[in-house]
């Protein structure tokens, strides 16, 4: 009963004409899911933007396919030119790509709402089990390497940062509370309190961070700044003198300061996409699809692709370090 | 049985159209008139579904209301909301201080002073702004007040209880107004007359017998305008900083329970610990919201009931 007041029948009618189109795969897939599990309060939106999807479908006489991606915020941007490079290799395919956060893609795989999951960080036990029990088995593809930059303000003389150093500003028993504990003087700034930006809890950013610098048991001090996507992160850090803030290195801009890490050697690495990719780099990591189940047709030529030559040259572009060589 | 008999004639003569639009009409007006009892009661069913059981079953609730931390996606959670609650606290309390003032001012302003053309445009701008979409508000604070804040006052960080306070103000004195304004409508012109007959100045009578007479109507609108504060979602989450915090100034960032939630459910698992504990702080705020909207029905009417003796 509860939110079909605004659901059932726009659910229904869906159901109807999607069979019609024989797409019932696609549809299929989550419709049992849809009443059961999916939506509280998206259902009043997904019953106006259903009809919209139909549409869209019957001007392609019913022929177009569609993938439906989303998840990571960091992967966004390059899901995104993968979604719009792909329609000139296979017109007849359309990727719907949406953002959100790993945490969003991964509860979208797991509820069956999803073709293809993006995460920058590996699915967790507990998750998988899951997703088992609803039926589905991800598989997990590695499409891309991230270095996590540690962005400040582009006023801030910070040379290098440990991970120790990190640990300490962002960790729960961490010491560092402002600048001149780490002996950084920030001109013009009188209140050195450090500005301590992290994202919400559910992103895969967040978590990595979390397990690759405080440790897998580790958990933030309170009183973070925690933004809701990869580039509100690096805009606050670029407004406000005392802030310290990790993202992804795509998002970096000319008005921050990326800070080199000090590797095990204490040598201190530059966060670029050939340090990212050699995995020099101290906080690097792997950027992950998920299908569920072994992907078939269109979902398996369109990952095919994106692990191609030319699927890795967009990556490449975007920011991120691919799978393989690319001269 | 004669009688009966006759009745029923009636009744089927009756039985024309005007009858049949008579009873459709009757049937649309009853259902639009419990369709609010029953989505009241189908929401609160729902929030009660899927966090009531958690709430009274697993979930620690002394942790739940005593800890600051919520750490809801750590290796061992933490599901404390006493940041959350400080924080929405705060911050609401901090635009009331700044409403208040405001909303009482500009209604004795429209209701008392203002006349023919000024009290209609004050009137019409006043609703302008509450038409005001919230996340424009949230959008002011992020890109406007921010870097004010960091520049007047010169702290580390704009995103902060004073930013928000400043900005739910701005969103709460519209509503506050218009109700107050209402609440001093009500009182009888004829207090305002004998007052003036006694040689009451007129910030004497305002001051000494009309602001008195309305005091439930108004402290209606402040507590009306508290739960617009407890449940504004889009404007506090973008203007607090986000910031799991115990304040202890205005200029520290916090974080608000209802921003915890539109932040986080859309992105957890169905039925996991974590989508239940959000659903449990959704209790949490119905319930809060509950007592006040209740404590502020409970003034209005007991203002009513005195007004209606009195005149």
Same mark, same amino acid.
């Given at each position: ?327 | ?27 649309? /007006? ?6 609010? $009892?029953?989505?009241? !009661?189908? +929401?609160?069913? %729902?929030?009660?579904?899927? *966090? #009531? ?82 996340? /424009? ?6 890109? $406007?007040?921010?870097? !004010?804040? +960091?520049?007047? %006052?010169?702290?580390?960080? *704009? #995103? ?152």
């Amino acid at each position: 009963m509860k939110i079909m007041l605004f659901g059932t029948r726009a659910d229904r009618e869906v159901r109807e004409d999607t069979s019609l189109e024989g797409q019932s795969n696609f549809w299929g897939l989550h419709q049992d899911k849809t009443l059961q599990i999916k939506m509280k309060f998206n259902t009043a939106l997904a019953a106006l933007l259903l009809p919209i999807v139909i549409l869209s479908c019957g001007k392609a006489e019913g022929r177009a396919k569609m993938i439906q991606n989303k998840g990571s915020d960091t992967l966004v941007n390059v899901a995104q030119a993968w979604s719009e490079n792909y329609r000139e290799v296979n017109p007849s395919v359309a990727i719907v790509v949406g953002g959100g956060g790993s945490g969003t893609g991964i509860s979208a795989m797991i509820n069956g709402t999803v073709d293809i999951a993006n995460a920058s960080r590996s699915m967790k036990e507990s998750e998988l089990a899951a997703a088992r029990a609803n039926g589905i088995d991800p598989i997990e593809w590695i499409v891309g390497y991230d270095a996590l930059a540690v962005y400040v303000h582009a006023d801030n003389p910070i040379e290098s940062i440990s991970l120790e150093q990190l640990a300490s500003i962002y960790g729960e028993h961490g010491e560092a509370t402002t600048w001149s504990e780490l002996g950084i003087k920030i001109p013009g700034l009188n209140d050195d309190k450090i500005v301590r930006v992290s994202r919400q809890n559910n992103s895969g950013t967040y978590a990595y961070f979390r397990d690759t610098v405080l440790g897998k048991e580790g958990k933030y001090k309170l009183g973070t700044l925690d933004m809701h996507g990869s580039k509100d992160v690096v805009d606050l850090c670029e407004k406000t003198p005392g802030a310290i803030g990790y993202s992804g290195l795509a998002y970096a801009t000319d008005h921050v300061r990326l800070v080199p890490v000090l590797d095990s050697n204490g040598k201190p690495v530059i966060p670029t996409v050939a340090t990212a990719a050699d995995r020099t780099y101290p906080i690097a990591r792997p950027l992950f699809m998920y299908t569920a189940g072994q992907p078939e047709g269109d979902i398996k030529l369109y990952l095919d692709w994106i692990l191609s030559e030319e699927g890795q040259r967009i990556i490449l572009n975007k920011g991120y370090a691919p799978v393989i060589d690319i001269k | 049985m004669s009688k009966s008999i006759v009745s029923t004639e009636v009744a089927a003569n009756a039985r024309g159209s005007a009858w049949w639009i008579d009873q459709v009409a009757r049937i649309l /007006v009853l259902l639009g008139g419990i369709s609010a $009892i029953v989505f009241v !009661l189908a +929401i609160f069913g %729902f929030v009660a579904k899927e *966090g #009531l059981g958690y709430m009274l079953g697993d979930l620690d609730l002394v942790e739940f209301f005593t800890s600051p931390e919520w750490r809801p996606t750590a290796m061992e959670p933490n599901h404390g909301i006493l940041a959350l609650l400080v924080g929405t606290a705060s911050v609401t309390g901090l635009a009331m201080l700044i409403a208040v003032p405001f909303s009482i001012g500009a209604a004795i302003f429209i209701g008392e002073f203002a006349t023919g053309k000024t009290r209609e445009i004050l009137k019409v701008l006043v609703e302008l702004l509450a038409a005001i979409p919230s996340v /424009v508000w949230g959008f002011i604070g992020l890109s $406007i007040m921010n870097p !004010l804040i +960091i520049e007047v %006052f010169d702290v580390p960080v *704009g #995103l902060n209880v004073l930013n928000a306070g400043v900005i739910l103000g701005l969103m709460a004195a519209p509503i506050m107004t218009t109700i107050a304004e209402d609440a001093l409508k009500a009182v009888p012109d004829g207090y305002r007359e004998a007052a003036e007959a006694l040689g009451a100045t007129r910030w004497q009578v305002i001051f000494k017998v009309v602001l008195p007479s309305a005091k439930k109507g108004l402290v209606a609108a402040v507590l009306l305008g508290v739960g617009r504060g407890f449940g504004e979602t889009m404007a506090v989450l973008m203007a607090t900083g986000h910031s799991v915090n115990l304040p202890t100034s205005p200029f520290d960032s916090v974080r608000a329970m209802t921003a915890t939630i539109a932040a986080e459910l859309g992105e957890t698992a169905h039925g996991s610990d974590h989508y239940k504990v959000l659903f449990a702080i959704g209790i949490t705020l119905f319930f809060i919201t509950f007592v006040i909207n209740m404590a502020a029905d409970i003034f209005v009417r007991g203002g009513l009931k005195m007004s209606g003796k009195n005149s």
